[in-house]
T-cell receptor, first 115, second 110 residues
Framework: NAGVTQTPKFQVLKTGQSMTLQCAQDMNHEYMSWYRQDPGMGLRLIHYSVGAGITDQGEVPNGYNVSRSTTEDFPLRLLSAAPSQTSVYFC??????????????FGPGTRLTVL | GQQVMQIPQYQHVQEGEDFTTYCNSSTTLSNIQWYKQRPGGHPVFLIQLVKSGEVKKQKRLTFQFGEAKKNSSLHITATQTTDVGTYFCAAGGSARQLTFGSGTQLTVLP
């Protein structure tokens, strides 16, 4: 099993450009999520999904879109990149039961710089 | 929304010394998870605590969940250079989200 995979590993964008960060998991997990990690601020939840066709906003959703057409894939779209979106982005997946999120398996991350 | 405070933010120890990081919430938690992130890496799950007053051990690591389920701690006995990294707590509720603490960055000096 590959676990959680993310592409690309590194990306540099210019302000105003758009792009999609890819995330895939092969563990048949219902729950998938996107976090951003900034120095001294831990991991902040951007969007999450509890199954195909179901997505919801996390703590910092502005400027990002997601969709979940299959159980395996959960892409994150930056609509119009801004320097404030320079960060490390992690995708994670897990089981979920009764609203409780279980062990999160993280991908290797995408390091994004917006100039 | 739910907030989780984690202290300290940084900790430098000599190899062989003990280390503790603390996680506190103003609300009762359904569970708490702990993760370790090596420099340049991604968070890796260590353990989950669910029961009030629960204590779990993994070799030199001891995890505790408070009686009121509002706080938790991770204690490492006799640190080694392999313990270097950032340790995060993550609080679970019923809101289908995990709330991460800001992390404690541990440096172990040889």
């Amino acid at each position: 099993n590959a676990g959680v995979t993310q592409t690309p590993k590194f990306q540099v964008l210019k302000t105003g450009q758009s792009m999609t960060l890819q995330c895939a998991q092969d563990m048949n997990h219902e729950y998938m999520s996107w976090y951003r990690q900034d120095p001294g601020m831990g991991l902040r939840l951007i969007h999450y999904s509890v199954g195909a066709g179901i997505t919801d906003q996390g703590e910092v959703p502005n400027g990002y879109n997601v969709s979940r057409s299959t159980t395996e894939d959960f892409p994150l779209r930056l609509l119009s990149a801004a320097p404030s979106q320079t960060s490390v982005y992690f995708c994670a997946s897990s089981r979920i039961s009764g609203g409780a999120v279980y062990t999160q398996y993280f991908g290797p991350g995408t390091r994004l710089t917006v100039l | 929304g739910q907030q989780v405070m984690q202290i300290p933010q940084y900790q430098h120890v000599q190899e062989g010394e003990d280390f503790t990081t603390y996680c506190n919430s103003s609300t009762t938690l359904s569970n708490i998870q702990w993760y370790k992130q090596r420099p340049g890496g991604h968070p890796v799950f260590l353990i989950q605590l669910v029961k009030s007053g629960e204590v779990k051990k993994q070799k030199r690591l001891t995890f505790q969940f408070g009686e009121a389920k509002k706080n938790s701690s991770l204690h490492i006995t006799a640190t080694q250079t392999t313990d270097v990294g950032t340790y995060f707590c993550a609080a679970g509720g019923s809101a289908r989200q995990l709330t991460f603490g800001s992390g404690t960055q541990l440096t172990v000096l040889p």
